[in-house]
Structure formats: C-alpha cells, structure tokens
C-alpha cells in the first residue's frame, strides 16, 4: 500500500514517524513538502518537495505512482492544495483524509476580534492598536502593505518580501515558544495589539495567553472549511488508524 502525506505540518510529520516505526514492509509513505520553507524538518521515508501543478497534476502522480491513499495534512489554511487534493481523490477514487488540528478556542478574559481573511485584519487595525505583533507567516504580508501609521513587528520562518508594511521589523524564528519568551516579546516591543490566524496547536499558542494576561485585544483569522465530503480526524493516531483499517482491508488500486 502506497500512502502518500500532504504535509510540511508537525501533525504530517508525527504521522510519518508513526508510520515509519511501525516498519511494515507492505506499506510504503511517501510525504509531499510544499516547499516554501527554507530549511523544512524533513520527515522520515520518501520525501517529495514542490507542488503537483494543480488538481489535474496531483490526480496523474497519483496514478503514477500507485497511490493508494492520501492524507491531507497541510496547514489549516493551505486552502489551495486541499482543495485541488479533494478534486484529484474524487477524480481517481483515491481514499482521502483530511488531518486537522483543532482550532483555538477563545477563553475568559480573551479579547478576540474574528476575521475572515487578512485583508479583514488589517481593516480592524487602526481602531485596535498602533504596535502590531503581526504572525500570520511571510506570504500575506501584502494585504497589511497600504497601513502607514501601524507598526508591525513581523514574526516568520524566512525573511518575508514585498510589499510589505512600510513600518516594520523581521523576526525570523520558528516555534514552539515559550509563554514566558511571548510576555518578554509583547513587553520588549510594547505590542498593543495581535494578529494570528487560527492554526490551533501548542507550539504557537503561548502568544494567546500572553496577550490574554497583558488584556491586549487579537484579531483572529479564521481557518478556511475542509472541503466537502472530506473525512476529518483531529491528531495523527486517528489518522494512522485509518491507514491501518485499510491495510486490513488489503486495498489496491486495482480494488478502487
């Protein structure tokens, strides 16, 4: 059985060293990177990096290769790549499942501001703060470009480019963080106010408790839908169950 992992995500990379140590010889992995991170932890197995040139590429590697399952482990907000793999499993009849962590939940004393997209956070800014604490990675930083007076400090895995806020510091850094290294950071900068998108997980989310414990207000992205029809499972041993129950069943392509 060939499984093939969209990843790039702890939760991917969790699944493939489950999959790995249970060293069955009668199942192969082989884990797909998007590339856009410099130096990306490398999981163990077979490791492709790149895109797949849509739905209709990712549909014919899939067939190349003798895919017979996939798990869509990218980021929560990977809309893209999530949406071309629900179109390649339905076009192939490819199992697909889709791994996500939860997403946050706010708690008492959270002063939450929910957005839809980016270019909605950056429209909430200017009644909110003046000193943005500005996490929601190196790619997005366009839509925050047009705000002057706001000053953004900038906290991503690579150097962000342009266009980009004119006000602005980089911090290149890659969590997890510590709670204690979040209230110095907000303190340090004298941040009044936090965008992040809603990723969910531990390794990002001590920012929310410091801004929760310093009463600062968080604008907060909200994560795109799973594709319709899609299977969701919420942490990497339910996922590699699924792959084990297909196993047992003994599915090959022949049998799709």
């Known amino acids: 059985m060939h499984v093939l992992i969209l990843g790039g995500t702890t939760e991917a990379r969790r699944l493939a060293e489950s999959l790995a140590a249970g060293t069955r010889a009668d199942l192969r992995v082989t884990s797909s990177l998007a590339g856009r991170v410099g130096a990306p932890r490398l999981p163990p197995g077979e490791v492709r990096v790149g895109g797949f040139g849509g739905a209709e590429g990712l549909a014919r590697w899939l067939g190349d290769h003798a895919v017979d399952a996939v798990v869509d482990a990218t980021h929560p907000f990977a809309g893209t790549i999530s949406s071309n793999a629900a179109s390649a499993a339905a076009t192939t009849g490819v199992p697909l499942l889709a791994l996500r962590r939860p997403g946050w939940v706010p708690v008492e004393g959270d002063v939450w501001h929910e957005a839809g997209s980016l270019e909605e956070a950056a429209g909430l800014l200017p009644s909110l703060g003046r000193r943005v604490f500005l996490t929601t990675g190196r790619l997005g930083l366009a839509a925050f470009a047009a705000l002057e007076d706001p000053w953004f400090l900038v906290r991503s895995v690579d150097a962000p480019q342009a266009p980009a806020p004119p006000r602005m510091e980089v911090l290149l850094d890659r969590g997890p963080f510590t709670l204690e290294g979040e209230r110095q950071l907000l303190r340090h ?68």
């Open 189 to 256: 900068h004298a941040i009044d106010v936090l965008v992040t998108k809603d990723s969910g997980g531990e390794a990002t989310a001590p920012k929310l408790t410091a801004a929760r414990e310093a009463g600062l207000p968080v604008v907060v992205i909200r994560r795109p839908p799973v594709p319709s029809g899609v299977p969701t499972v919420a942490d990497p041993e339910a996922a590699a169950a699924w792959i084990t129950a297909r196993l047992r069943q003994g599915t090959t392509p022949t049998e799709r």
